[in-house]
């Protein structure tokens, strides 16, 4: 494509049918304790 | 669901609900705010007409590729998502901020705690027993997950450490018993620290969390000891020691933020500077009638130097020189899956805090608010309606961030400064939406950036870094 450049090839909606396990870290075990960002946690998962 | 924004050079334009990112041209851009799906198959006249000056072929051809990435689903995906809103429900308790210490040898004038005591009027270490007792509780409520999170939480948990040393103990003992595995992470000023306890906690932990605000004098403005006098020079070489001697292994040096240092990228360089690469520097979270606290007025200035500091990031990894900071850390491919976006921190469901008395709160932020307290450990009863509360507390059960673009990258927000500052736990705290919308724009920007190199077939040259800076 000429005038679009995607970043990712990953789609939510595909995490959602094997997501769920409740197995990664809550958020505020890593540094946060004050405020709440969830997208920058790992997946228990990934590869 | 598009959100569209312009940053550092870079149209993107983010598709909600599929989570797909796209850098686009001008014209593609423009044509893709005035849209709203079912497309139709062929480019509304209405467009051309109205673009004529790029051109009919260049608009009718930018449509084509619109249309194509709504075809796969990655542009005006629809919300399918309140179907899963009933997954939402009660889970195992797996994750755990032990209290164990309400005292500190710190007086840090923005503290939440307290400065130790959580507002209790009591300070006090906890007892080795309740400590056990806790890992009891936190295996029994956990069912039947494996992981399971604890985090050493004060006050100042080298105060009482010792105990964290036997807690360590017990629950390695009891891990092997019931087929867990337990996670730790001590959070600490670092004053304390010896080499000794150094070797304990790169070993033992998890994860570590360091509590330095930056610069020298920024940290001691704020970061005071007992007797009013500066911290910083009693902990900064014992966290290099730390850190030095801990390889891999998971760290943040962690800092706050307040209106006394809207300058604070300068602060996050510093501790670059001074050896860390894994750096947090939040904002501070206060009553706004305090002198330090930030207020809607000095939004413009914080987004701006977030974008500073963006910038410089980027900067930093194409030098090979980059460093990690926490709130721009994004993985747009292997992030987590949409029922961890969905269900947000957890609090009060599957996390809980647990005091030196033993009480159980929904988490760190409401110890000392006995209206939140939800059970103890010793008769390991819960109050199960505010556990469902907290359940039901997720993005789609929020109606002002249901049709929020940034739903999926918070997950609701915090819940304690909810209540606090909005008055409900199911109600956003608007200033922490603002910036937390603004580092998600930058952390794409971030990533936008980096993809922006090309070979001279087009191909995006990948970053040849490897490092623990990239952001994973």
Known sequence: ?47 | MIHCYQMNGYNIILDVHSGGVHVVDELFYRLAQELEPPLPEACPPTLVEKYAAYGREAVEETYGEILELYREGSLYSPDDYAAFADRMVLSPIKAMCLHISHDCNLRCEYCFAGTGDFGTGHRMEMPLEVGKKAIDFLIEKSENRRNLELDFFGGEPLMNFEVVKEIVRYARQREKECGKNFRFTITTNGTLLTDDRIDFINREMHNVVLSVDGRKEINDRVRHRVDGSGSYDAFLPKFQKLVERRGDGQYYVRGTFTKYNLDFAEDVLHLNRCGFDQISVEPVVADPKLPYALTEADLPAIFAEYERLAKMLIQRRREHTGFNFFHFMIDLDQGPCVIKRLRGCGAGNEYCAVTPDGDVYPCHQFVGQEEWKMGDIFSGRLDMEMKRRFAASNVYGKEECRDCWAKFYCSGGCNANNHTYAGDIMRPYHLACELEKKRVECAIMIKAALADRTDETGETIPCDQDCAACVK
């Open chain 1, 1 to 47: 494509m000429k005038h679009v450049k995607t970043l990712n090839k990953a789609n939510l909606k595909e995490t959602a049918v094997r997501g769920g396990c409740g197995e990664c870290q809550a958020s505020c075990q890593s540094a946060c304790k004050t405020s709440c960002t969830v997208a920058n946690q790992k997946c228990e998962n990934a590869k």
